[in-house]
């Protein structure tokens, strides 16, 4: 397979330097994250130093391989310390506070690996943690959403270690790789069948080994899951959620459809639950776009709720 | 002067900018097809630019340009339309401030690609102009009539060739007009029969198009062993039935519907229209409708026992069978859009006709005309009837609303579909539009009239003539909580206990302060329902334009306030789709009014046209007669078009048929322009004292004659805007070849062709802006103001500025 060289534009090593010089070291951040969350996933793939070298063998191992200079790798590493940052803080604005495990969770999955246009062959790896965020087409009519809109909707999910997670619409994979670090065991369905066969082989050249992917129809979710789920996420719903997901949702369970298309920062979310009687109950979600009035952080009982908006 | 290769080039000129919108609706998004009319009268408006400015130079060698522009075009227009192809732009990125930077450069190489064709275009028809000054009137007439063909000529071609295959399919034309030119013939064939060779080469082996990879056909088609049924090209779009594991019927149903008990919905065939899912299809067998009791639209059926049934789209048969399965006894089931009726009737690939049934009539009726008729226990909307087909949105009026009640039976009911995925502020328009309809028929106190009952998506309002009683109420609220579906208003609503057993929580926002405003769960529907009802203020009323809508103003996805631009903008990510059009119209019109302008001014900017003191005022009434023509012209081309569509039911058949008209008439009425060559004041008096006539007896009439329309055959209903048309658009057809008879062998000739091209574009967008925010009313009232306006500014002998006056006779006139 031929090698492709990916050239980084000006904009890009100039930006690598100057977040170099502001943030502190991406390694500095992954012993400090690694060190507040004990007993969670590797900090970097495989558990070894995420380098140069490391990042061509595992592109080229997934059937997309590429060549980078060092000053092309280490430029995109500069700007992730920028990029966890902002990510830290708009959690912090929109959510309250980020949850840890979803900033170790970003922290641990290299999104440069991610960047990758799967109907032209082509990588672009050095557009990875840009400033300021925002979408990157995938080829197939899918997208590699902003790592905003990402993180929102991952803490949306609230996922915690003995969680399981299915989703369909597997897409670029990273939501999945980014879940498969805070849950226990992650479930991903693609429909449309040449980008799921393609990033069906990412996972497994980082070590990612509780990810579980497949090609095909997503209506009756994973039934061999016989355990059910605690988090669904669906992205390529019609008008209603399949009842069969419904089935399959853990008591205390959260299912998250995004809608919208794409290329927003962000998306609306539909979050539903099943309370303790089985019933589902359902919450739009427009934090990405919408920010909690200053001081309403936390819910007030419905009785002291005011009859029209203020 | 030979007219045919005019004929040939205005013909090829429409058909082209019709072409092209038809390819931006089928690859892009139909919004941004605006931007090819926009394309297309800057083309025009530069070719009368450069034409005045360099007329004496041009009309020496009108000769051999006109043998040399049909090859010209033929190869702009192949490359064009290639460059076209290639173009990356996505407009879902003009959504989000980071991206939206190199869509608007993809924007300008759209103008780039397309403007040479129509460039060369509107050189050839304003050379036409300035070499044979003495028949003006004829040439005008070859021009329209050139351009109605092509409108026919392109509307034909829908039916039988996809719509990428257009352009390729019109080519052709040019060559032959090259066969045809009054001098250097041999070489102008030859050439054009070069350029015509490699052109379709390029096209049929280069870059092909294709469907947007963003909308919602594409993923469906690529999964596993997904197939084409049925393929049908029409006038409205390229239709594919769709065979893949993600068709399934698209319903609302409960949540907890597998916990009920109840199936899913069944697996069907797709059907998408240039992309875009409009119906789910019957697989061959009978239709399993387990389901529809789950369904949000299946309450009414539990409210009415065993009812006659007005259905507003028939969603591909399934609708039919869901409520005879709910127990409606009859079914008049209305379905407008043809390729979905003839489905139902004949078929659609392996999809067979809804089979026979006593309790069951089909028929392509609008729901207003069927109101008209015997009354019905219930009138049920389909969800997805509004988007169906664009004609549709005439149903969703405060006159629809008020026919629908009075087709009611005293205890009946009415139920109205809305969608809250996108605003649920969509869902206090519809309820204001309710308001408006019971106070139509004489009910002032509404809000025992009406329920509001909802899912996450979507939300239904229940109308009646009579109040709802406590116990339909009650039934009301089980049913929905069984189903973990919400109500949001009925009579004496408690919306404090509403909020703490919510089960689809809905919080409310400031659209304006970009907060989140509720501090628990909450039904922003409920909030608000009680001000609207009372047609008070409240913060969605404050924020939107949540007016009833009307048959003047029938538009239902515009209600943003494009006077708020800055906050639009800032909120652009959170825009629904469907609001996107205004925004584009917005910046179209914008664009349109600088180059408009620049138009205008050039003669006052051109050295070699500095003129004497008192061709002042002999350049004003040029300068206001030819671009108030150009505006009332459009003004009532858009008018007509919307009320024809209304009456035909179909947008793409209202809009074929007044151009036509429009064109044919206008044609006649320039052919018969040299009648006033001795006054032709009195031609533009009696213009426009026709269409004031007109315009007043429109707005007079207009209701009774789409009513009393509705029920004809086509060709009927066809016939009858013919009548109704022909003599405006004849009269129409005066004011232009006789002003322009008062520039004859000037310079000013080009630039008054240039001043209405360029005005054209700006009569487009502002003639829809008008519509969408004050209603159709005020753009005819426009084109009267217009028509007067050309009256009264009608260029004078004896007040041309020397400049305009050419001492030589041209070289090459007729």
């Known amino acids: 397979m031929a090698q492709f060289t990916e050239t980084l534009t000006r904009r890009g090593l100039i930006g690598g330097a100057i977040a170099a010089t502001l943030a502190p070291s991406a390694h500095a951040a992954d012993a400090a994250s690694a060190a507040a969350l004990p007993g969670t996933p590797p900090a970097t793939p495989n558990d070894k130093p995420w380098t140069r070298a490391a990042f061509e063998t595992a592109m080229a191992a997934s059937g997309r391989p590429v060549s980078l200079t060092d000053a092309q790798f280490d430029a995109i590493q500069a700007r992730k310390p920028a990029a966890m940052q902002s990510i830290a803080s708009y959690l912090a604005m929109r959510l309250g506070a980020p949850d840890p495990a979803v900033l170790a969770g970003f922290q641990a999955v290299p999104r440069e690996y991610y960047h990758y246009n799967y109907a032209e062959h082509r990588t672009t790896c050095g557009d990875a943690y840009e400033q300021p965020a925002k979408p990157w087409a995938i080829g197939y009519g899918s997208a590699l959403s902003d790592y905003l809109g990402q993180a929102y909707m991952t803490q949306v999910c609230k996922p915690g270690p003995n969680d399981i997670s299915l989703e369909i619409g597997t897409g670029s994979g990273f939501q999945s790789s980014v879940l498969s670090r805070i849950v226990k065991s992650a479930y991903s369905i693609e429909i449309i069948e040449p980008l799921g066969t393609a990033v069906k082989k990412i996972f497994a050249p980082l070590g990612y080994d509780n990810i579980t992917t497949r090609v095909g129809d997503g209506y009756y979710g994973w039934p061999e899951q016989k355990d059910g789920f605690d988090i669904i996420i669906v992205t390529c719903a019609a008008q209603y959620a399949p009842p069969a997901l419904f089935q399959q949702l853990r008591p205390g369970g959260r299912m998250i459809i995004p809608i919208g298309q794409p290329f927003k920062q962000g998306q609306v979310l539909y979050v539903y639950r099943k309370d303790a009687a089985g019933k589902i109950h359902s919450r739009r979600d427009m934090g990405v776009f919408f920010i909690p009035m200053t001081g309403t952080m936390m819910k007030i009982p419905a009785a002291q709720a005011t009859a029209t908006p203020s | ?814």
């Open chain 2, 1 to 814: 002067m030979n007219f045919l290769p005019l004929f040939l080039v205005s013909l090829t000129a429409l058909g082209m900018e019709t072409a092209l919108t038809r390819y931006f609706a089928a690859a892009s998004w139909s919004d941004y097809g605006y931007w090819v009319i926009s394309i297309v009268m800057l083309g025009f408006a530069a070719s009368g630019v450069i034409l005045a400015l360099y007329r004496d130079l041009l009309a020496r060698h009108a000769a051999l340009l006109f043998a040399a522009l049909p090859a010209a075009l033929i190869t702009t227009g192949a490359l064009g339309y290639t460059a076209t192809i290639l173009n990356p732009f996505n407009p879902l990125q003009l959504q989000n401030q980071v991206t939206y930077l190199p869509q608007l450069q993809n924007i300008a190489l759209y103008y780039a690609a397309l403007l040479p064709f129509f460039f060369f275009a509107g050189l050839f028809i304003s050379l036409c102009f300035v070499t044979a000054t003495a028949r003006l009137g004829r040439v005008y007439a070859a021009d329209l009539a050139g351009a109605s063909a092509g409108c026919v000529a392109v509307l034909a071609l829908m039916y039988i060739v996809p719509p990428f295959g257009l352009i390729p399919a019109l080519l052709p034309a040019l060559a032959f007009a090259a066969w045809f030119t009054p001098k250097h013939r041999l070489r102008a064939g030859a050439a054009a029969t070069l350029a015509l060779l490699a052109g379709e080469a390029l096209l049929a082996l280069g870059p092909q198009p294709a469907i947007s990879q963003y909308k919602p056909l594409y993923a469906p088609l690529h999964t596993p062993g997904a197939r084409i049924l049925a393929q049908k090209f029409a006038p409205q779009g390229e239709y594919l039935l769709l065979d893949d594991f993600t068709e399934r019927v698209n319903t609302d149903i409960s949540n907890d519907a597998a916990m009920l008990g109840y199936p899913d919905p069944p697996r069907s065939f797709g059907l998408y229209r240039d992309g875009t899912r409009i119906a789910s299809i019957p697989r061959p067998g009978a239709i399993a409708t387990g389901y529809a009791p789950g369904a949000l639209d299946a309450l009414p059926y539990q409210l009415l026992a065993h009812p006659n049934v007005l259905l507003a789209g028939a969603s591909g048969g399934f609708r039919i069978a869901e409520i005879l399965a709910l127990g409606a006894t009859r079914v008049t089931a209305l379905e407008p859009e043809p390729i979905l009726y003839a489905a139902l009737r004949r078929g659609l690939g392996p999809s067979p006709p809804y089979p026979a049934d006593p309790r069951v009539t089909i028929a392509p009726l609008s729901p207003v005309v069927a109101a008209h008729g015997e009354k019905h226990d219930l009138i049920d909307i389909s969800a997805d009837f509004m988007d169906a087909a664009p004609a549709n949105v005439n149903a969703f009026t405060t006159q629809a609303f008020a026919a629908y009640l009075t087709n009611l039976t005293p205890t009946g009911l009415l139920s109205i579909p809305v969608s809250i995925e996108d605003f649920p502020a969509y869902a206090l328009r519809m309820l204001a539009t309710a308001r408006a309809a019971l106070a139509a028929d004489g009910i002032t106190d509404p809000d025992a009239h009406i329920v509001i009952y909802r899912s996450a998506w979507n939300a239904r309002l229940l109308v009646s003539p009579a109040p709802f009683s406590p116990a339909a109420i009650a039934l009301i609220a089980k049913w929905c909580g069984d189903r973990s579906f919400d109500v949001s208003w009925y009579n004496n609503i408690d919306v404090p206990a509403l909020r703490a057993n919510l089960y689809n929580d809905l919080p409310a926002v400031s659209f304006d302060a970009g907060t989140v405003t509720a501090t628990g769960p909450d039904d922003s529907i409920a909030d608000e329902a009680a001000a609207i009802l009372h047609n008070q203020p409240s913060v969605s009323a404050a924020a939107f334009n949540l007016s009833a809508a009307t048959d003047d103003r029938p538009a239902f996805y515009a209600i943003l306030r494009l006077t708020n631009l800055p906050l639009l903008l800032a909120r652009l990510q959170i825009l629904p789709q469907a609001e996107i059009g205004a925004l584009v119209n917005l910046a179209v019109l914008a664009q349109a009014t600088i180059i408009a302008a620049l138009v205008l001014c050039i003669p006052l900017f051109a050295p070699r046209l500095r003129t004497p003191k008192h061709a002042a005022t002999g350049m004003i009434r040029p300068s206001l007669y030819f671009p108030a023509l150009a505006l009332g012209f459009l003004f009532i081309e858009i008018f007509a078009i919307e009320k024809a569509s209304a009456l035909l039911n179909d947008r793409a058949t209202g809009f074929a048929v007044v151009l036509s008209i429009m064109l044919i008439g206008a044609g006649l009425g320039s052919f018969c322009s040299t009648r006033f060559a001795a006054a032709p004041e009195r031609g533009v008096w009696l213009a426009g004292l026709i269409v004031i006539v007109w315009s007043t007896a429109m707005l007079a009439c207009l209701p009774t004659l789409l009513l009393a329309g509705g029920t004809l055959p086509t060709l009927a209903r066809v016939t009858l805007i013919v009548l109704v048309l022909a003599p405006a658009s004849i009269a129409m057809g005066l004011p232009f070849p006789l002003g322009l008879s008062r520039l004859e062998n000037t310079a000013a000739l080009p630039w008054a062709w240039g001043l209405n091209g360029a005005f054209s574009v700006v009569a487009t967008p502002l003639a829809n802006l008008l519509a969408r925010n004050f209603g159709f009313h005020a753009v005819l009232a426009g084109a009267v103001l217009m028509y007067g306006l050309a009256v009264i500014s009608f260029p004078r002998f004896g007040r041309q500025p020397a400049w305009l006056s050419s001492r030589r006779p041209s070289p090459v006139a007729d």
